[in-house]
């Protein structure tokens, strides 16, 4: 028995030192500018620009074959951003940025059928089969991704409630 844990044991730690050897010496150093813009988009990975998720949209941008605008969470506040970032210019005209939205269900119309929940990439929807459906608040990024699922337009996109964790200042009227 002894002998036993004493051999796996030390087979562990041989192959954690070969792994931890061969990390460092076969280690792919990545594009930092694609770790950079990764790190300002808001991770909610949920498709609507066109490509496999944030890091997917990055290293589109980071090439060229993408515009700063192609993420709609992000609204005119990121595309600014990642424009000031790679120092483009960038028409902001087409955008629409009405502010941060979250869903909200209709608990009328909710029928339960769980397809909202299904497409909800940071699972910021609760409920089950045949039960009223609810978003947790703090957990939803506003992609919008589950309002084209539900059949009975119970999910709508409303602006983020004024709460006193959400409040903010408004900017003092120009004189």
């Known amino acids: 028995m002894i002998a036993a844990i004493l051999s796996l044991t030390l087979l562990g730690a041989a192959l954690g030192i070969i792994l931890g050897v061969a990390n460092k010496f076969l280690q792919v150093?990545?594009?930092?500018?694609?770790?950079e813009l990764i790190a300002m988009m808001p991770g909610s990975n949920c498709g609507q620009c066109g490509f496999p998720g944030c890091s997917g949209a990055a290293a589109a941008i980071a090439d060229g074959t993408a515009a700063p605008t192609c993420c709609p969470p992000g609204g005119k506040s990121l595309a600014t951003a990642i424009a000031a970032k790679l120092g483009l210019t960038v028409d902001l005209s087409a955008m629409s940025d009405d502010g941060p939205k979250i869903a909200m269900v209709s608990e009328e119309l909710?029928?339960?059928?769980c397809r909202c929940s299904k497409v909800c990439p940071?699972?910021?929807?609760?409920g089950a089969a045949k039960q009223v459906?609810?978003?947790?608040r703090e957990a939803c990024t506003g992609c919008s991704s589950c309002i084209e699922k539900c059949p009975?337009?119970?999910l709508v996109m409303k602006p983020v409630p004024v709460t006193l964790q959400h409040w903010v200042m408004p900017k003092p009227a120009a004189a």
Do not use: Q
């Not at 940071?122 to 609760?126: E, K, L, P, Y």
């Open 152 to 154: 009975t337009e119970a």
């Open 29 to 35: 150093e990545g594009n930092p500018l694609v770790d």
């Open 122 to 126: 940071t699972d910021a929807i609760i």
């Open 110 to 113: 909710c029928i339960g059928c």
């Open 133 to 136: 459906h609810n978003v947790f």
